[in-house]
């Protein structure tokens, strides 16, 4: 039987009736946590052991906590977790590590935070864990103690994240991860209650500990130029001398460039002196040629940075708490000579290598298609999260627009997408509308709730899944309620929560915004396809009814500025993009909305040099453009055939931000904000859908997808893309005659082709001639 820990000695004996009846799904594990007073306070570590015996060579590991956790096995890093959840939704995750028949040893190291993050609420402390052998649950005996060594509250990494690591490793233990370590002297944990929902499998798989090597790119000698060392330690290190000429030096420093930005753990060991001590910082950029031990935009301080002091000896020093960063410095200040034995860096991510592919001749959009890629890569930690470094937020609207489809093109793998689709709605407000960040600290968002509806539609559409809108079609009902409890004569109110259409976005006149109007349109096409769907057609009506109201009212306020002169500037660039997306723009007034919106893109920095620069969220100008929404804009200008124009913005403006070296995408463009920001990367699902041509329609049926490539100047291209079970090839150049086309998938897939259906199948290459 496994175990988990808490404070409440006197109620061990309640908690222990009132658990077994309320998680007998979950065959009578309790959760867990030290006895009262060992580990009650904030950014405290408890460390649990738990000696198993195996029959078999495999062993399954089943566990969940309160906040972050650390798992080995016989000394072994085998597992991270949890997977952030909502707090009446608790979920275990498994992991399966091959063993040998006989006796070993499951340790786990637990933060108890203390406060509420961006992954996880402040939820009392208690580990979940069971073990499993061929099926068979393993008994297992637990024991705990507080872990010694740890400097408590030493500095947030910000606000909406959790702590930064100082330990004096000469107070810790050493090795009480190792099977030899005697915890005869530890206590036995209680049983508690730690006020959570039933505790139900996780669907998504955890993440992977990824060792990258590192290699220096740069070092020295250095010397400290601030004291004391607790006092601004972010800026004690930053204040290092890395050059030092006026005093003698105290020590060495080296900076590494791990390749892109990545989310993990720096893992160096030395062998260094007694009293040594060792610091990290990372940073996504250089500034003035170092790292910055601080986070831009993070609405309070910040503190990406840990330290550590050495027990003396050959020592490796890794932080408990992830952090994010491209660029890894660390600091030793030492009494004696320090040796560097292992550098490595341990990467936290959900993906491994993509399986897709896309080449068209042209070296620069080759490398924007990639780019995409490596950015949803660096994003995929435990959850689709908007950045890896400042924020770690599972935001709605970021992985209904982008991340989602730059998965599906990529990596094949929609887990992430769709816990996050459900997870929003299990963290919903009270009158239904869903969540547009969460689920650790909720946050409610208008456009991301509407966005919701519309990325459940089209994750059916990408995988086939249909049990998701059975799943969510209640909570589609409650978060169109919302809306519909501000809906007027004249559209939409601004009471329903942050109305977030685009960084810089200024909203039009008057009592409604249409840009969140056009949302909630698409919103409801989506609600009444959903209905269709699972077989409420009364439902489907009325939402096809309500989504007339809504386009009869943006038509009639586009028909009022459209009279005015200066036509299509006098609706908007945003207002304008998202009426052309839906289709609402009446057909003798296209090319004219068309010619406007280019109009505006080329007016905006950087296709302008001299145009508004957007260099912080406060800014509010109608002269800029995001890579965010051109999630929206290039598709509709791709649809409106204008491929070759929107190959050259992505050139032009997602090539602008490469110039600097990153290998990520920045959030806006400009340097000053996040370096890696999954939102801006719709270039690479663009590019496999509209100019590989290739769209999933798994809807339809298992593995069916659209060939219908858009016109351009490029002469060829070819791909690969994910598919259910396997991968399709697909192969195109243009000749004097048409299309040249060949088609292979190594599982049955169904590709539709200007209204013929072709299945694929034993990567057998299907060849196709079109028309011009």
């Known amino acids: 039987m496994g175990h988990v820990f808490h404070a409440r000695l006197t109620m061990a004996f309640l908690a222990i009736n009132l658990l077994a009846t309320t998680l007998a799904h979950a065959e009578g594990v309790v959760p867990l946590w030290a006895p009262k007073g060992v580990a009650d306070d904030p950014d405290s570590f408890v460390g649990f052991r738990a000696t198993v015996q195996t029959r078999t060579k495999t062993l399954a590991v089943s566990i969940v906590g309160a906040s972050e956790y650390l798992v080995w096995l016989d000394g072994k890093l085998v597992h991270d977790g949890p997977a952030r959840y909502a707090r009446a939704f608790p979920e275990y995750q498994t992991f399966t590590t091959a063993v040998s028949v006989g006796t070993h040893v499951l340790a786990v190291q637990v933060r108890h935070v203390g406060a509420t993050t961006r992954i996880l609420s402040d939820i009392p402390p208690y580990l979940w864990c069971r073990a499993t052998d061929a099926g068979k649950e393993l008994k297992l005996n637990w024991k705990c103690a507080r872990l010694p060594g740890h400097r408590a509250k030493a500095g947030r990494i910000s606000d909406i994240l959790g702590w930064t690591d100082w330990i004096d490793t000469r107070q810790a233990w050493p090795d009480w991860q190792q099977a030899s370590f005697n915890d005869s002297n530890w206590s036995s944990p209680i049983p508690v209650d730690p006020g959570i929902g039933p505790i139900k499998e996780c669907r998504t798989k955890p993440v992977r500990i990824q060792p990258i090597p590192t290699y220096a790119i740069s070092k020295g000698q250095l010397a400290t130029t601030f004291g004391y060392e607790a006092d601004e330690p972010a800026a004690r290190f930053f ?48 500034q003035h040629g170092r790292v910055t031990p601080w986070l831009t935009l993070s609405g309070s301080r910040t503190l990406n940075f840990d330290h550590f002091v050495a027990r003396g000896g050959v020592q490796t020093f890794m932080p408990f708490t992830p952090k994010g960063g ?3 410095e660390i600091h030793v200040k030492s009494p004696g000579p320090v040796r560097f034995v292992k550098e490595e860096f341990l990467e936290r991510t959900s993906f491994s290598d993509p399986i897709g592919t896309f080449s068209c001749g042209d070296p620069l959009l080759e490398r924007i298609w990639r780019t995409g890629v490596n950015t949803v890569r660096a994003c995929a930690d435990d959850a689709l999260v908007d950045c890896p470094t400042r924020e770690r937020g599972e935001w709605t609207g970021d992985v209904a627009s982008v991340a989602t489809d730059i998965a599906a093109v ?5 887990s992430l997408s769709r816990r996050a689709l459900v997870q929003a709605a299990q963290s919903a407000r009270e009158d239904g509308m869903v969540a547009g960040v969460g689920p650790g600290d909720p946050g409610y968002l208008s456009t991301y709730a509407a966005q919701w509806a519309t990325a459940c539609v089209h994750y059916w559409e990408l995988t086939g899944d249909k049990s998701l809108l059975t799943e969510l079609y209640p909570a589609a009902h409650k978060n169109m309620a919302a809306f519909a409890s501000h809906w007027h004569d004249t559209g939409l109110d601004n009471g329903l929560g942050w109305g977030f259409v685009d960084w810089g976005y200024v909203g039009n006149e008057g009592p409604s915004d249409m840009a969140l109007n056009l949302h909630y349109l ?3 096409r989506a609600m009444a396809r959903w209905s269709d769907a699972v077989g409420d057609t009364v439902q489907a009506g009325v939402s096809r009814v309500q989504a007339k109201r809504v386009q009869g009212i943006v038509e009639s306020w586009m028909k009022g500025r459209l009279a005015r002169p200066g036509g299509w500037a006098n609706v908007g660039y945003h207002q304008a993009v998202l009426a052309l997306h839906a289709g609402i723009v009446p057909r003798d007034q296209t090319k004219d909305c068309v010619r406007m919106i280019k109009r505006h893109l080329m007016s905006c920095f950087p296709n302008n040099p001299s145009g508004p620069r957007l260099s912080d969220p406060g800014v509010q100008d109608p002269q800029v453009m995001t890579p965010y929404f051109g999630h929206w804009a290039m598709a509709a200008l791709m649809e409106q055939g204008e491929a070759d124009f929107v190959l050259s913005q992505y050139k032009k403006c997602w090539g602008w931000a490469l110039q600097f070296g990153d290998t990520t995408w920045l959030e806006v ?7 890696c920001h999954e939102w801006s990367g719709c270039p690479t699902w663009q590019l496999s859908r509209y100019v590989l041509g290739i769209k999933a329609r798994q809807d339809l049926g298992v593995n069916v997808y659209d060939f219908d490539p858009v016109v351009c100047r490029l002469q060829s291209a070819a791909g690969m893309v994910p598919v259910r079970g396997g991968t399709l090839r697909i192969d195109w150049r243009r000749t004097r005659q048409g299309l040249r086309v060949s088609f292979a998938a190594d599982v049955p897939t169904t590709v539709r082709v200007q209204g013929k259906a072709y299945l694929l199948r034993d990567s057998r290459r299907r060849s196709l001639s079109l028309g011009k």
């Open 239 to 286: 204040l290092d001398d890395l050059s030092p000429k006026s005093v003698p030096p105290q020590g060495i420093w080296r900076r590494y460039d791990l390749g892109r930005v990545r989310l993990g753990r720096p893992c160096i060991t030395l062998d260094s002196p007694a009293g040594t001590v060792v610091e990290y910082a990372l940073s996504e950029q250089l």
């Open 326 to 328: 491209r660029y890894l």
């Open 410 to 414: 990529a990596f094949g793998d929609l």
């Open 522 to 524: 698409e919103a409801l």
């Open 669 to 675: 463009f400009d340097t000053r904000w996040s370096h």
